[in-house]
């Protein structure tokens, strides 16, 4: 009778050790892989929404910024007049001058034109004749006009006559943008 429980015990602890080994390598080992197999594929989904999540930031904040330079844009083509408009400018000046009382010459440089950057240059030299504070209330007009002018240089001399006022000469150049019409 020993024995066959002697026996009986072995065939259970080794029936109980197959059915464990049956049951880690039908059950255990196939839900592990198939664990691993979803982890990863639940990381490569996470890396790109990731990815989607940045390209949709960049693309968000690239639409941002496109709006406030178009909204820039707008300022800027207000402040530029358009070719052809260049009499339009000239008269401005030339009245502002004579509304302070100087006496004004012009002469107007060379066109450059950058059409992939949607304007021109146009160069003016301004000799004007007059008191000196004429032509500093002159600058300062120009300066507040709604039109872009930039001062590259300026120079100014001031005669002085027997029995005369001091009269100033001022030879400024500027350089204006203009837009150039779309096509």
């Known amino acids: 009778m020993k024995g066959i429980l002697k026996n009986r015990f072995i065939i259970s602890a080794a029936s109980f050790v197959l059915i464990f080994a049956a049951l880690l390598i039908l059950v255990i080992i196939p839900s592990f892989k198939e664990i691993r197999l979803i982890n990863a594929q639940v ?71 950058f059409p992939e950057q949607r304007f021109s240059e146009l160069a003016f030299t301004f000799t004007l004749t007059g008191e000196w504070e004429n032509i500093v209330k ?24 027997e029995g005369t006022k001091r009269t100033a000469t001022a030879a400024i150049e500027a350089t204006t943008y203009w837009l150039i019409p779309s096509s």
Do not use: C, F
């Open 43 to 113: 990381y490569e989904e996470r890396v790109r929404l990731e990815k989607l999540y940045t390209q949709g930031q960049l693309k968000r904040e690239a639409q941002k910024n496109y709006n406030l330079v178009k909204e820039k844009i707008d300022a800027i083509d207000g402040i530029m007049l358009s070719e052809g408009q260049e009499l339009e400018y000239i008269t401005i000046v030339e009245n502002t001058a004579e509304d302070i009382g100087l006496s004004m010459g012009l002469s107007i440089g060379e066109n450059k034109r």
């Open 138 to 161: 002159w600058v300062d007009k120009i300066e507040s006009l709604p039109y872009y002018t930039n001062i590259k240089s300026s120079s100014i001399s001031i005669h002085e006559d």
